[in-house]
């Protein structure tokens, strides 16, 4: 297959996933090796306490050192992370960008990452759907290939054109727990009373607010399909 065969199988394969997310991961393989990259995560981030992980997909990462990442408390410490909520409106970059190689040496981040793998640079995309909400895909490299440059961010903006469509569309059909888990906490965090019908005027959705006038039998009785959580459009 040819590298722009490589491509365009690697774009076909990003809208895939923005409808079923279990083929996210066949994704992340498809783009690793038009962009010269040996591993892939596709990652949701929430930045309204502190930065958190509620969703990460990895391809070409050993599960262990995915989970010591998330939950021994490395996700607030990685620079990558840091970068991601200070700029949630910086579409693509590279940590070459971010962060010199002595600078990397003294941090206890890449002590760490070091210890676990041997991946050492990083190239990531982004969206910012919504407030303290990110999502994207970050490219990994190691040592031995080198560090991205601006060369490499030129070619992968070609792919982030429809990553980021692929993105856009995920976080519409709430095709990632995390989207969707995004916009219901939204929804329950405001002061007023809300419920989302579907177009047959089944409750889809009501907030914490309407739930609680529902208990007192405040509210017109409607047929429900759901409570609590979306289950589909809305109208």
Do not use: C
């Not at 021994?72 to 990558?80: F, H, S």
């Not at 995309?125 to 895909?137: K, S, T």
């Amino acid at each position: 297959m040819s590298s722009e065969d490589r491509v365009f199988a690697a774009i076909e394969t990003l809208y895939d996933a923005a409808i079923d997310k279990a083929r996210w991961p066949d994704a992340l393989h498809a783009i690793i090796e038009p962009t010269g990259s040996q591993a892939a995560t596709l990652w949701v981030l929430d930045s309204s306490g502190e930065p958190r992980l509620p969703t990460l997909i990895t391809a070409n990462f050993d599960p262990a050192f995915m989970k010591e990442y998330l939950d021994g408390g490395m996700v607030p410490l990685d620079p990558n992370v840091q970068y991601l909520v200070a700029h949630p409106d910086v579409p693509i970059f590279h940590d070459g960008m971010i962060l010199s190689e002595r600078e990397k040496d003294r941090l206890a981040y890449y002590d760490w990452h070091g210890r676990h793998s041997d991946t050492r640079f990083r190239m990531l995309g982004q969206i910012h759907p919504g407030p303290n909400l990110q999502a994207g895909v970050a490219l990994h490299r190691t040592r031995r290939v080198g560090s991205y440059d601006d060369h490499d961010l030129d070619r992968f903006s070609i792919l982030y054109r429809h990553l980021q469509r692929a993105l856009a569309i995920a976080s519409r059909l709430g095709s990632l727990g995390a989207f969707e888990h995004f916009t219901t906490g939204l929804l329950d965090r405001s002061p007023a009373s809300i419920l989302l019908l579907d177009e047959s005027r089944h409750v889809v959705y009501f907030n914490r607010n309407a739930a609680a006038l529902d208990a007192a039998s405040s509210l017109p009785a409607l047929p429900r399909a759901a409570s609590g959580t979306m289950t589909g459009s809305s109208s």
